[in-house]
């Protein structure tokens, strides 16, 4: 049976980030790939029937598999816990509880939850960042390796999976409850940074933590460390660029954002730059505590943009909620990017130091706009002035580093750079369909001329993710390195320290620059620009338009009918 194609049904309850890794993956190894969302147990039934699997395997399912299905076929749920872990709030108890090591298990469906015989257990080392951080990157990581071994055991048709037995040595987990609002409180007055940041990581993204803030209840999402300023307990003490500071007993915590708790029967809430969820009930004497980003380079403070140099290298760290990119976080990019192409560096390396690199125009912010067409239409032009000043910078090499993910306008931000640099694990959407858009950001000049029009044309309208590897196999990226995030790092700084030394960067330098200006002579950037954004005008105003739909549904998580049809296959 090995080296034969399995045909493997994915099942999930969305086509998340780790759904969109292992399909990837998956594919490259040749296997026949299907994907089904979880929508409705009849639903997964007819297709099921209809596509056959040898495996079914559920990368991130929220739901019980109905056991027609698990007694019929194979079924392999990945858990995102070590061996013997249980329960559905395993990332949200590990970090709550200080673990440093975690581990993820792929074990096979039956009647209990998670406690099915064990096909593959992979550990890793928790970083300290927030819960959807850690599950995009390690646990990512150590979730496909898991995958992989799971599949490729599953192939040998010869290997008996391991039952649950709590009495192994390195069974080392536990059934745990759902993780309530209650356990995560927060108590202002007494909890300690330590807690209160591990407390609001356990809880980043979903669901945040449930709290009180000037007479009004807020999930709060994200926590960050702050090293100087302090204040009364529970106190908002600052606010930076749509974050606020609050103090606790020992330092303080910058919150980012906030999500105004639902009225019942009353609207959709989301998650909104802290600052702005509060509006008016801001006190008007909190201060805005701004830090350069050179400064917070040598801080412990919160701050989207950072920025260093080293051995003739400069480094402009950007880090976006979601790598979502409203109007004010782009001015301040590309201000930050003009200081930096000030400096006396030939070669600067654009991107987060892990996570998400983008994913384009910051569409909570516009669906909570006052006029969500005009914001849109600001948004996507500050994104436009962004990567116009990056295509055309001629004397300086810049560099696009993608440690993660990146998505529409995010990958087009990327392809701005002379160099696209992708961590192996990065998963690339390059596409605006799903949100009914045309798209802007260059990429009518700059997708073409990397991977050829049919190319182009294939990869934004059948809207499929690309992992890493492909990407560079098409020429989307032109580097792909493997391991961590730190390793990704490190292996950037050598090779950006290589070119910067290289004594032919003055040659590769004035190419660049001969290249531009005979781009400009066939066809001026800026009728690139004006034919994408007159798409785009109408994309956001007009009233037949999909975009304004689509939109909404995203912000508010509206889950589809069925499984859409470019999962299809
Ligand atoms: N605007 C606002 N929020 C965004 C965003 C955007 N452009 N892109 C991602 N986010 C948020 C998500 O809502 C999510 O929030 P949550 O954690 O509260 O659920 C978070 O960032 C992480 O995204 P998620 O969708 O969970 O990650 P994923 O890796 O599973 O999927 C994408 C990533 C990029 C495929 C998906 O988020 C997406 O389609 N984003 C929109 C891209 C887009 O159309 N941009 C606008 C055109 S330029």
């Excluded at 990429?443 to 890493?468: D, I, S």
């Amino acid at each position: 049976m090995e080296d034969e194609p399995v045909r493997i049904l994915l099942v999930a309850s969305a086509f998340n980030s780790l759904t969109q890794r292992v399909h990837a993956e998956l594919r490259e190894c040749d296997h026949e790939i299907g994907v089904e969302l979880a929508l409705g147990e009849d639903l997964l039934r007819a297709r099921v029937a209809r596509f056959r699997p040898d495996l079914i395997l559920a990368p991130m399912l929220t739901t019980a598999i109905p056991e027609d299905v698990w007694t019929t076929y194979p079924v392999f749920i990945v858990h995102p816990g070590p061996m013997g872990d249980r329960g559905p709030s395993s990332l949200d108890w590990a970090i709550t509880e200080g673990a440093t090591r975690w581990g993820v298990t792929v074990l096979q469906a039956v009647a209990e939850m998670d406690a099915g015989p064990i096909w593959a257990s992979v550990n890793f080392d928790v970083a300290q960042c927030g819960k959807s951080e850690l599950y995009r990157n390690e646990v990512s990581d150590a979730a496909v390796a898991a995958v992989l071994t799971a599949v490729r055991r599953f192939e040998s048709g010869d290997y008996v999976p391991e039952p649950l037995d709590y009495g192994r040595h390195d069974v080392t987990g536990q059934l745990r409850p759902f993780l309530t609002q209650q356990v995560r409180r927060i108590d202002w007055a007494r909890a300690d940074t330590a807690t209160v940041l591990r407390t609001l990581r356990a809880a980043d993204s979903q669901p945040g933590v449930l709290d009180a803030l000037f007479g009004r209840e807020y999930f709060i999402h994200g926590g960050h460390y702050e090293d100087r300023l302090r204040g009364e307990p529970g106190a908002v003490i600052a606010t930076r660029d749509g974050a606020i500071c609050r103090a606790t007993v020992d330092g303080a915590v910058w919150l980012p954002q906030l999500r105004p708790r639902r009225v019942p029967g009353g609207p959709v809430t989301f998650k909104m730059p802290a600052a702005d969820a509060l509006g008016s009930d801001l006190p008007a004497g909190v201060p805005e505590v701004g830090v350069s980003s050179a400064e917070a380079a040598v801080r412990d403070t919160w701050s989207e943009l950072r920025y260093r140099e080293e051995a003739g290298v400069g480094y402009l760290e950007f880090a976006f909620a979601g790598g979502a990119m409203d109007t004010r976080q782009c001015r301040r990019l590309l201000a930050a990017y003009r200081d930096a192409c000030a400096r006396p560096v030939e070669v600067l390396v654009l991107g987060p130091q892990r996570d998400f690199f983008s994913n384009g125009i910051h569409l909570n912010v516009i669906e909570a706009a006052a006029d969500p067409a005009e914001e849109s239409w600001r948004n996507i032009n500050a994104m436009n002035d962004l990567v116009e000043a990056i295509l055309t910078t001629t004397d300086t090499l810049v560099i696009a580093a993608l440690a993660g993910n990146a998505a529409a306008g995010g990958v087009m931000l990327a392809l701005a750079a002379d160099h696209v640099w992708c961590r192996e694990s990065a998963v690339l959407n390059p596409h605006y369909r799903l949100m009914g858009l045309h798209g802007s950001e260059y990429w009518t000049y700059t997708l073409p001329q990397r991977v050829g029009a049919e190319v182009a044309e294939r990869l934004t309208t059948r809207t499929l993710p690309v992992g890493a590897r492909a990407a560079a196999s098409i020429g989307l990226v032109d580097k792909v390195f493997g391991g961590s995030t730190t390793q990704f790092r490190d292996q950037v700084r050598r090779e950006a320290e290589n070119l910067a030394a290289a004594p032919e960067l003055e040659n590769l330098l004035l190419a660049k620059k001969q290249r531009r200006a005979a781009d400009e002579a066939v066809r001026p950037l800026a009728e690139y620009r004006s034919e994408e954004l007159a798409h785009m005008h109408r994309n956001f105003f007009a009233p037949d338009e999909p975009y304004r739909r689509l939109r909404y549904e995203f912000v508010a998580g509206v889950k589809p009918l069925a499984t859409p049809a470019y999962l299809l296959g």
